[in-house]
């Protein structure tokens, strides 16, 4: 089986601009969750969509938004670039969504906003 | 906030065993213990996890206390592609959010 994909792998962009992002879940996973990594806060939690819904919100800015399609891909957009955009944004998909579940992670997007 | 404490960092030669701590004092009854590790810029993997009973897999064991107070992750034989962020992960938030703490880097030496 596929692992999780995410694409591109390598972005640069300006201040200002807008950028999308793309992940491509394992087959048969419902569940797609999104992460920022930066140097200074970690791994951080933006948001998850299951059947096209999202059901949690990280403590972002509404800058950054995201969608599920019907085939359980999903997009996130940061508008409005900023130069702390800068980070690894990571995608995990998981077959349903509960405590016992587990997330498998795509290799990620890194972003730099020049 | 992350619910887990770990040490910053360890070393650990060469085919021994890594054992790696994690304090999750405040783990509350229905609570996993979530371990993942992240090799250098690469997604995080996932290794193994567990509620109450020691777990095992092909990559690591599980021994979580008899209070579920701490736990320990270990590597039977560690080797050079071992090295990497080991990430303790307590609790579960509806929409599947983990939260991260900042993990114990791990160095395999020769």
């Known amino acids: 089986k596929a692992g999780v994909t995410q694409t591109p792998r390598y972005l640069i962009k300006t201040r200002g601009q807008q950028v999308t992002l793309s992940c491509s879940p394992i087959?048969?996973?419902?569940?797609v969750s999104w992460y920022q990594q930066t140097p200074g806060q970690g791994l951080q939690f933006l948001f998850e969509y299951f059947s096209e819904t999202q059901r949690n919100k990280g403590n972002f800015p509404g800058r950054f938004s995201g969608r599920q399609f019907s085939n359980s891909r999903s997009e996130m957009n940061v508008s409005t670039l900023e130069l702390g955009d800068s980070a690894l944004y990571l995608c995990a998909s998981s077959a349903k969504s509960d405590s016992t579940d587990t997330q498998y992670f795509g290799p990620g997007t890194r972003l730099t906003v020049l | 906030d992350a619910k887990t404490t770990q040490p910053p960092s360890m070393d650990c030669a060469e085919g021994r065993a890594a054992n790696l701590p994690c304090n999750h004092s405040?783990?509350?009854?229905?609570?996993?213990v979530y371990w993942y590790r992240q090799i250098h810029s690469q997604g995080p993997q996932y290794i193994i996890h567990?509620?109450?009973n020691n777990e095992t897999n092909e990559m690591a064991s599980l021994i979580i206390t008899e209070d579920r107070k701490s736990s320990t992750l270990i590597l039977p034989h560690a080797t050079l592609r071992d090295t990497a962020v080991y990430y303790c992960i307590v609790g579960w938030e509806y929409g599947n959010k983990l939260v991260f703490g900042a993990g114990t880097i791990l160095r395999v030496k020769s």
């Open positions: 405040t783990i509350s009854g229905n609570e996993y």
């Open positions: 087959s048969g996973h419902r569940s």
């Open positions: 567990g509620l109450k």
